[in-house]
């Protein structure tokens, strides 16, 4: 293993998953590597949605406070190196095959000692443990993968403090088909003793059973105030929490409500003299936060978007998002896996769309495009197909005339088709 590319593939080789849900895998693997996730400070967090804008919030004000903060976050949109970042700068492909020889030998050793070989999701988090232990970060903000009772990251003992996000049906086959069920894998992240921070929208079966696993690990129990929460300007995302003014980047009514338990979960920190920052970097990082793929503005005349939600509470904060921006008819390119809510993605979406077109992820779980358009037609006047993301970009600026564009079902085609809206946008 000599070059970036072959670090890639060595990693993506890995099986998705192991044989059963275990850590067994995580902690033998770390003990290869001399355990470095033991020493850092960690905020761990979990969710079925919006894990990643709230980890990102509150690492852009750690930032803005000076702390040198680690994030790790999945997937990937453009480049597999967002999985790690420091302040907002990605790993060096040079560090990254490095680190990935040390993991890649640890592997092997545990293979020839007759233990089930590491999963492709373990691998990447031991990388990320190993990179933010060898930069000494002041502060780690690492989000699960799926659930987190056995989650990769779960090997963390004694986080700073873990943090809920909202929780909806998703991964059934493997977290469990009812919300109790999921929010008890969720749970798994809670330790004894450490302050554990709760999306306040969650619904009440799932708060229950958060609380039910709060108390049994001894660990104070915080949530949001809403009657503490003023709406300012909602279509510019402007709100008042406690008090204080706030106007968030992000896109989309859902992300108020991630803030809000971002800066619940800072609040909480800082009241336990676990970080120190003033009102402005708190004001200042939520304003700065970004991620790629939440309703995310990639193009100006005609207004091009590009959303990642891929279930049910995803599609519906999508929504959500095309009505306080007053988006009408717009042009939809959609491609999602076959596991996922499709139908009620497309029947919603296409209702509300000029054209709607059918795109195929590259994935075997994809559902083909000319699924997409068939199940899309009885609901939209203009349905189509393509084969391409080149192709579903080109005819999407043909049916746009000035109408806006919305990219979305799955993030694992946001950066391929939003690669294609750019460069057949900016050909005039």
């Not at 001399?34 to 004000?61: E, F, R, W, Y």
């Not at 091009?304 to 959500?320: Q, V």
């Not at 083909?368 to 970009?393: G, Q």
Request: hydrophobic share 40%; charged share 20%.
């Amino acid at each position: 293993m000599n070059h970036y590319q072959e670090a890639l593939n060595f990693i993506h080789s890995r099986k998705t998953h192991g044989k059963m849900p275990t850590l067994a895998r995580m902690k033998a693997l770390m003990d290869q590597l001399g355990n470095p996730q033991d020493s850092l400070p960690c905020i761990h967090i979990a969710g079925t949605n919006g894990k990643g804008s709230t980890a990102t919030m509150i690492a852009s004000v750690t930032k803005e406070a000076g702390y040198k903060t680690g994030l790790f976050t999945s997937p990937f949109i453009y480049d597999f190196r967002e999985r790690f970042a420091i302040n907002g700068a990605l790993i060096g492909e040079e560090q990254l095959l490095a680190l990935c020889k040390r993991v890649a030998a640890a592997c092997n050793a545990m293979e020839q000692a007759g233990q089930e070989a590491p999963n492709e999701f373990e691998v990447v988090t031991a990388i990320g443990f190993l990179y933010f232990k060898e930069e000494a970060v002041d502060l780690l903000v690492m989000e699960t993968g799926m659930g987190g009772r056995y989650d990769a990251t779960n090997i963390i003992q004694k986080p700073l403090a873990s943090v809920i996000c909202s929780i909806s049906l998703d991964h059934t086959a493997i977290l469990g088909d009812t919300i109790e069920k999921i929010a008890y894998e969720k749970s798994g992240i809670i330790k004894e003793g450490c302050p554990i921070i709760a999306y306040q929208r969650n619904p009440e079966t799932a708060l229950a059973v958060i609380e039910r696993c709060a108390q049994e690990q001894g660990a104070p129990l915080y949530i949001a105030d809403e009657a503490a929460l003023n709406l300012l300007d909602e279509q510019n995302n402007s709100f008042e929490y406690k008090g204080i003014p706030y106007t968030l980047t992000l896109q989309g009514p859902h992300q108020i409500a991630n803030a809000l338990t971002a800066i619940e979960a800072l609040d909480c920190l800082k009241n336990k003299g676990a970080l120190t920052f003033s009102e402005q970097q708190l004001q200042s990082g939520i304003k700065q936060a970004y991620i790629p793929a939440r309703m995310e503005k990639i193009g100006d005349q005609p207004a091009i978007f590009l959303d990642g939600g891929h279930n049910k509470e995803g599609i519906d904060a999508l929504l959500s998002s095309i009505s306080a921006l007053h988006i009408e008819e717009p042009i939809i390119i959609f491609g999602m896996m076959r596991d996922k809510p499709y139908q009620y993605a497309i029947r919603k979406l296409a209702l509300l769309s000029h054209s709607f077109i059918g795109i195929e992820p590259p994935l075997p779980r994809a559902i083909p495009a000319h699924e997409i358009r068939d199940i899309a037609e009885p609901y939209c006047e203009n349905v189509f197909h393509c084969s391409s993301f080149e192709e579903a970009a080109a005819l999407a600026k043909e049916q746009s005339h000035g109408r806006p564009i919305i990219a979305c079902g799955s993030l694992y085609t946001a950066g391929d088709i939003a690669q294609a809206l750019k460069k057949i946008f900016s050909n005039p």
